[in-house]
């Protein structure tokens, strides 16, 4: 090699070198660094987080465009509508629902449970309070599916699981119970400094509202039961009479949303393509003479309450005059609307059907009737006579006769705006009686007329988690809109 | 090969000659006849030789009479002359146009022998992108260069374009290839809206100015652009801007463009029956107006006659069709654009200076664009062997209210084209607002605008300052060695900002709204490349060596707001809420790589290149990557010494080539966000619903391709044939996963796509004589983009949905596969129709592909003495895209395929699901229409066949001669009338261009809606020289 070609070589060396040295890996590591999010946070604004969106999904498209319909409560306009013709084509509505339930309450929870059971972040009380939030996420997940992901749900990223098995909905009930159950015990004593005291959305870290709170949705999850396993529902309700629940209006869990454009409802009724309340609903109201009329339901164009008929076929809905029905009522459809999660009133008129179903003592029963009635009203501001009035009527009292009957319809009515939990309510107790759709200008859908009774698994969790989801099947019956969730076995 | 044609020519002419004698002469250019300084002159075989004075003289002593005189001069044809015994000699060199052709730029801006490559790469001259000019570029090159593939979309003055080279590697990525801009590689993002709206905002390529654009290269395949590592997996487009040339004259160009926009496709309506449902007027409403809900807004009404009726306003009206409403509503629109630019070359540098200002307007008349571009680029030898080079690019570019697409409230086609048939456009235009400031609409449906409100009350400013630039210096070490370190840098700063009044239920409920986005986005490349140049023997080898670092920076703020306080003022203090957000995205790739190129003989021909790439995309322990490629080129004409004139020119080729990709940035790291709340006394986060990837490595593509070149009658007929592969591995995805895991996504590296494909380029020259030459040229490319595999477990990756179609990517088929509902059907494929005489849902079946079953293009070019005239006519076989916008159409009731079985009811094809008997039973035919389309979500029918000819470029020149302009300071002219996107020779789809897209995205192709009219622009365009 002659001396010039080393030279070159040494230049080239030296040249190279000092590229590499201002450009150094060291560089690039900084710039692995995600700018725009933290890689650490307090679990409080998880759990905020996981709270406001158990509220918001009261709202979501499983209540505008299902379970509204489902529970009869009102119709919604344009291709919100269909779901009320019974029919199933909503493979992507489905695979939102489901991914939306566990991607917005379970995601954060499920981090908060980790976080607080972690060895060097250890919160029992934080991680009992973030349990009654898994648990009423998880409840309304298997209530609208069935069987679903549960021991193995929502633990993408702390365990790695992108393939869950699924859990019986047997199983699921008697451990989200059980769960409430070890989450009262804590709370019950806890010291309230450890809990959540300036990031909790629903008590403001009031640990007495919160073992009311924890108590009373024990027992909705165990009437739940009432048919499926009437003597672990019995044993459980016995339990929640041990242990205070909520009793008046302070003690429910309700929220205001306050940021972007407040409550959906509010959109949805303004909007295009609007809300109208439902015939049925409006007819039991007026029938009754129930105070509640005017709350619930905006009077149409002309002073009257005129409601949509569910179901109509789309000839019928043509020629029905949609936009002249009355909307939903501005104390449920305001920007400052509460959104609630469960109330008093439905608490006592849960006791009221445990009072009649379990101990057969018509007059306790009555007296909590009386007690969810009256909450019920009063939940809505309504004038203290209109409220006397109509504690007055036949409504006011249980008479003995179709009591069982009269607590469903009113716990139908107290339900609301939760109107996914109407719908629950609804596939229970039968109650209110929606009757088989056959008259000609009905949709008949595919269940043929009858009041569907679950979403299906969407097409995506059929090819993402194939095995699981096929054994679900196996075990529950057809992915159809009329297979029957286990809960839900009364004729 | 035209020269040694040449060559040979001559001397077949030369006469022997033996005395002595002295020859002198003048060497000037030809056409132009200046004086050429410095043409070294020779005596052929002898080291007797000088060069030109000054004013083109020379004079040589001791010549015999039977010698030739070799004349040479950089940049020219090298003229050999006999002497014949004369002894003055008047020459005139040729500028190397020609030439120049088979000198192409490759990767790292190396500018090489065509010859001696080992895959394909076709080069554009100017002229191609600057006489028939397009905003966009890439535009010009549509229907031009086997295996591109350019969609360019009708959505606006500064609309994007899709482009792809060799189909799609990648399920995920962008798929479009690197843009190189005099070695700096730039921003090549998409635009677009999504199926729910919004506006295109044009892509980067737009901002590249076609008049100081010298030349472009395609690098199709991956062993072109393996040194561009990580990079260049999608081919690499290479745009040299023009440098200074010495120019006769005092180097002053004029290029001026004029040219009209006009709409020219638009949907087919009827004209029968207006407005109403069942066949029947909607019933009048409290207010007087009629009802305007659905399915009353609809036209399904009675049949127009000329009868009375109310109108949508609630006024006595006569009912009747009023015309094509696009014809009424859009208008003609231009675009002009001056450039003027100041050359200049001399022994030290060389300068170029120049200005461009383009100014247009759309079809719809306040959609304006404006943008100046200034160029400067200069280069000096400091030293003999020091060579310092530089340029600038500034450009500024404000584009107004660029048009609302697909499903968005104000995209006016879409009003329009539901419009009730007998609402008249005037009403619409002279009823917009209420008393109270509310729009006034002929239906109720807040998803919609009244257009001509959307026109007067929406609108956005896009503003955009670029500036790129680089500054290199080369320096030579010895003849053999140099090296050249290089830094440049594409800089963007845009202003977005957008807007609606209030009083419009669509716009925010009515409340107003108004956003404005800015950002920057640099990428800053510095690179330095070592070149050694030896000879061993019959051995010419070239070896580089060389680093480089890339930086990409981009940081965006948008704030938004609602419910504005006064009217007509666009400004984030005016509205009561109030949003913000910010982010930034950095990402740095550091490279190091080497080439090497040998040759043997002039006709074989290899080389290597290997590149290690680093990048901050990928988990610190598997950042760094090797990629390679071989490639070997033969001429064995030359090998086997066959000079026939038949076959006059053969190379085989081949390549081989294993490249990579990374990916956007922090797809590595666990994160939490912060939520932005305005009233919540406490802090929400949320955790993002991809789960990152702690082990992801590149993407792998590995490629080879064979190729020839042939060329006939000295290249008069010239195939230049290529078939590749391509299998592209370890795709970096975020793969959806089960809801129930509580995520949507997993970043993973995951799945296969294999590209395949062969690309024909044919060009020949059928008939030339001394005044008249007919060029011809045709280009097919068949490319088909097969997933082989996804993640385990997994069926199907959706790119991208409309309504109920979607396009996926599955195993086993193509990408870009496009799903719907089928109507129901027994095993014959007939129809299953109910009791009641509908349709129904079937199964989600593969309803075609995005992929053409092949493209091409074919251009021909007359010219006789000072006039040509050429036409480029592009071709697109197969390939499917579903139209949203006629479906909606159909069962609003506008589409002309609405009109069967109005009165009479539709039949249904098909048999009855119980009886099995043909189907007899009438429907109404909106209920059909509406339960088709709309419940049950049946796609079958608005499937469409992309497949067209089109006439995409006309133009006709005129150069004037030089008599014409002798006593002028002009020293070249040229005049030429030019048409681009003229009209379909033929359109399967009928009334809707298949290139009308509103977005530029991979699978962009498969999904239409509501598009604007397509549009065809003629103008003229004058070239000056001074």
């Known amino acids: 090699m002659t001396t010039n070609h080393r030279f070159i070589i040494r230049i080239l060396v030296a040249l190279i070198i000092a590229f590499t040295g201002v450009s150094c890996d060291d560089h690039l590591d900084d710039l692995r660094e995600n700018p725009n999010a933290v890689t650490s946070i307090d679990d409080a604004a998880l759990f905020t987080k996981a709270v406001r969106s158990l509220f918001q999904g009261t709202t979501d498209q499983s209540a505008y465009r299902f379970s509204g319909h489902y529970g009869h409560y009102f119709v919604a306009g344009s291709t919100a509508r269909i779901p009320d013709q019974y029919g199933d084509g909503f493979d992507g509505q489905y695979n939102d629902m489901f991914t939306g339930m566990y991607g917005g309450v379970i995601r954060h929870i499920e981090e908060v449970l980790q976080i607080t059971s972690n060895t060097e972040s250890k919160n029992e009380l934080r991680y009992a309070m973030a349990d009654v939030i898994a648990v009423l996420g998880y409840a309304k997940i298997t209530d609208a599916f069935g069987e679903i992901p549960y021991t193995e749900g929502g633990k993408g990223k702390s365990a790695d699981i992108l393939q869950p098995k699924y859990d019986t909905q047997e199983f699921i009930y008697k451990d989200l119970i059980d769960r409430l159950s070890k989450s009262i015990q804590v709370i019950k004593t806890a010291d309230p400094a450890m809990g959540y005291p300036d990031s909790d959305p629903i008590f403001n870290n009031n640990l007495n509202l919160w073992m009311r709170f924890a108590n009373s949705v024990r027992l909705r999850l165990a009437m739940r039961l009432r048919f499926a396993d009437t003597e672990f529902s019995r044993q459980v309700v016995s339990q929640c009479a041990n242990e205070p629940l909520m009793e008046s209006n302070d003690h429910n869990a309700f929220m205001i949303e306050t940021e972007g454009n407040g409550n959906n409802w509010f959109t949805y009724r303004t909007g295009f393509p609007s809300i109208k309340m439902s015939a049925k609903l409006i007819e039991q109201l007026q029938q009754t003479n129930d105070p509640r009329l005017s709350v619930f339901v905006e009077p149409d164009g002309n002073g009257a309450y005129t409601g949509m008929t569910n179901g109509l076929n789309d000839a019928a809905f043509g020629s029905s005059n949609f936009a002249a029905k009355s909307d939903m009522g501005i104390a449920l459809s305001s920007k400052d609307s509460e959104l609630y999660l469960i109330t008093a009133a439905e608490v006592w008129l849960l006791r009221a059907e445990a009072a009649l179903a379990y101990d057969n003592d018509v007059a306790r029963a009555d007296e909590f009737y009386r007690s969810g009635l009256e909450t019920a009203l009063r939940q809505w501001e309504l004038d203290e006579a209109s409220i006397n009035d109509f504690m007055a009527t036949p409504q006011g009292s249980l008479l003995g006769v179709n009591d069982e009957e009269q607590i469903g319809v009113q716990t139908w009515l107290a339900l609301i705006p939760n109107y996914f939990e109407g719908w629950s309510h609804i596939r229970r107790t039968g109650y209110p009686e929606i009757p088989q759709r056959t008259a000609p200008d009905l949709a008949k859908g595919v269940t043929n007329g009858i009041l569907p009774k679950r979403f299906l698994y969407s097409s995506f969790e059929l090819s993402a988690n194939n095995n699981n989801v096929m054994e679900a099947i196996s075990r529950q019956g057809d992915n159809k809109i009329d297979t029957a969730v286990w809960w839900d076995i009364k004729d | ?1026």
């Not at chain 2, 350019?150 to 994007?160: D, E, H, P, Y």
């Not at chain 2, 009641?836 to 021909?860: E, H, K, V």
């Open chain 2, 1 to 1026: 090969m035209n020269k040694l044609f040449l060559q040979g020519a001559i001397l077949l002419f030369s006469v022997m000659t033996f005395a002595q004698h002295t020859v002198s002469g003048l060497v000037l250019e030809k056409d132009t006849n200046t004086p050429l300084v410095g043409v070294a002159v020779q005596v052929k075989g002898t080291n007797n030789g000088t060069a030109t004075a000054f004013d083109g003289q020379f004079k040589l002593e001791g010549i015999q009479k039977n010698d030739v005189l070799v004349f040479s001069y950089l940049g020219y044809e090298t003229k050999e002359v006999a002497v014949e015994g004369k002894e003055n000699l008047n020459v005139s060199l040729t500028l190397q146009a020609e030439e120049m052709d088979e000198v192409v730029v490759t990767a790292l801006n190396i500018q090489r022998d065509k010859e001696s490559l080992g895959y394909s790469v076709s080069q554009i001259k100017s002229s191609e992108v600057n006489v028939a000019r397009e905003n966009n570029v890439m535009n010009s090159l549509s229907g031009k260069v086997s295996g591109l593939q350019i969609t360019q979309s009708n959505t606006g003055v500064n609309g994007s374009s899709r482009v792809l080279l060799r189909g799609v590697t990648t399920i995920s990525g962008s798929n479009r290839p690197l843009v190189v801009v005099d070695g700096i590689p730039i921003n090549n993002g998409s635009g677009g809206a999504s199926s729910w709206g919004g506006v295109d905002r044009g892509d980067d390529l737009s901002d590249i100015n076609p008049d100081d654009v010298a030349s472009i290269s395609v690098l199709k395949g991956a062993g072109a652009a393996a040194a561009y590592g990580s990079l260049g997996m999608n081919g690499v487009i290479l745009i040299t801007t023009k440098s200074g040339t010495k120019l006769k004259g005092i180097g002053i160009s004029l290029n001026s463009s004029f040219a009209f926009t006009e709409a020219y496709l638009t949907p087919d309506l009827q004209n029968e029956y207006g407005t109403g449902a069942f066949g029947s007027f909607a019933p009048i409403a409290a207010d007087g107006r009629p009802v305007l809900d659905y399915p009353y807004s609809w036209s399904w009404g009675p049949r127009m006659e000329g009868q009375e009726y109310t109108n949508w306003l609630g006024r006595p009206d006569t009912f009747l069709p009023q015309g094509n409403p696009y014809e009424a509503f859009y208008s003609d629109g231009y675009s002009v654009s001056n450039t003027i630019s100041f050359e200049g070359k001399s022994e030290k540098g060389s300068f170029r200076l120049s200005i461009t200002d383009e100014d247009g307007q759309g079809i719809i008349s306040n959609n304006t664009l404006s943008k100046q571009t200034f160029n400067i680029r200069g280069a000096t030898k400091l030293s003999e062997r020091l060579n310092i080079e530089g340029k600038m690019t500034y450009l500024t570019s404000e584009t107004l209210n660029s048009p609302q697409l697909a499903e968005g409230a104000g995209n006016t086609a879409l009003q329009l084209s539901l419009m009730p048939r007998d609402i008249r456009l005037s009403d619409v235009a002279d009823n917009t607002v209420d008393a109270n400031g509310n729009e006034i609409k002929w239906n109720l449906d807040n998803t919609f605008n009244n257009p001509y409100w959307a026109l007067e009350n929406t609108g956005n400013i896009d503003k955009r300052d670029r500036f790129q630039g680089f500054l290199s210096a080369k320096w030579d070490v010895n003849d053999d060695f140099n090296i050249t370190a290089k830094t440049g840098m594409d800089y963007i700063v845009f202003d977005f900002t957008s807007f609606g009044a209030r009083g419009s239920q669509a716009v925010q409920n009515g409340l107003g709204n108004y956003a404005h986005n800015t950002g920057k986005e640099r990428i800053w490349n510095s690179d330095i490349l070592a070149t050694y140049n030896t000879n061993i023997g019959e051995f010419k080898i070239t070896a580089n060596l060389g680093a480089s670092y890339r930086d990409e920076n981009n940081s965006y703020v948008n704030i938004w707001g609602n419910d504005s306080k006064v009217s007509n003022f666009y400004q984030i203090n005016n509205y009561k809420n109030t949003f913000n957000d910010e982010s930034v995205y950095r990402k740095g790739v550091n490279s190091y790589y080497g080439l090497a190129q040998l040759s043997y003989g002039g006709f074989l021909y290899f080389d290597a290149t290997l590149r290690n790439d680093n990048s901050s995309t990928l988990p610190k322990d598997n950042d760094s990557y090797w990629y390679h490629s071989e490639n070997m080129s033969l001429l064995f004409t030359k090998l086997l010494g066959m000079d026939s004139k038949v076959f006059n020119y053969g190379k085989i080729r081949g390549s081989y080539a294993r490249v990579g990709n990374d990916t956007s940035p922090y797809r590595t790291q666990a994160v939490y966000d912060i939520d932005q709340t305005v009233t919540l006394p406490y802090t929400v986060a949320s955790i993002p619903g991809s789960l990152p990837s702690f082990d992801l490595k590149p993407e792998t593509s590995n490629s080879w391709e064979v190729g020839t070149e042939l060329g006939f009658f000295n290249n008069r007929i010239f195939i230049d044939f290529t078939y590749y592969e391509t299998k592209t591995k370890d795709q970096i995805m975020a793969v959806p996963v089960s809801g129930a895991t509580a995520y949507n996504s997993k970043v993973v590296n995951a799945g296969s796509i294999s590209n395949k494909g062969i690309e024909l380029q044919f060009n020949t020259i059928p008939l030339e004589t001394k005044d008249f030459k007919w060029d011809l040229g045709f280009n097919f490319t068949k490319s088909d983009s097969k997933v082989e595999s996804l993640n385990e477990g997994l069926e199907s990756i959706t790119l991208n949905t409309l309504w109920s179609v979607s396009v996926e990517a599955r195993p086993g088929e193509e990408f870009g596969t496009i799903y719907g509902y089928d109507f129901k059907r027994d095993n014959f494929g007939r129809k299953l129709i109910t009791d009641q005489g509908l349709a129904q849902r079937g199964d989600r079946i593969n309803m075609g592909s995005i992929n053409p079953d092949w493209y091409g293009g074919f251009n021909t070019k007359f010219t006789y003495k000072n006039i040509s005239l050429g036409a480029l006519v592009s071709i697109q076989q197969g390939g499917e895209f579903y139209s949203y916008g006629r479906a909606y159409r159909t069962f609003f009731g506008t589409d002309v395929r609405s009109l069967p079985g109005r009165e009479t009811g539709f039949i249904e094809e098909g048999i009855n699901e119980n009886t099995g008997f043909q189907n007899e039973t009438p429907t109404d035919a909106m209920l059909r229409q509406y339960n088709n389309i709309f419940v049950s979500e049946i796609a079958s029918e608005q499937i469409l066949d992309a497949s067209n000819v089109k006439l995409r470029e006309l133009t006709l020149s005129y150069n004037f001669s030089e008599k014409m302009l002798q006593g002028t300071f002009i020293q070249r002219a040229s005049l030429s009338a030019v048409g681009r996107n003229l009209l379909f020779f033929y359109n399967a789809a009928e009334d809707i261009d298949p290139e009308a897209t509103y977005s530029s995205g991979p699978a962009s192709t498969a999904f239409e809606h509501s598009s604007l009219p397509s549009t065809r622009t003629y103008g003229l365009n004058l070239k000056i020289d001074f």
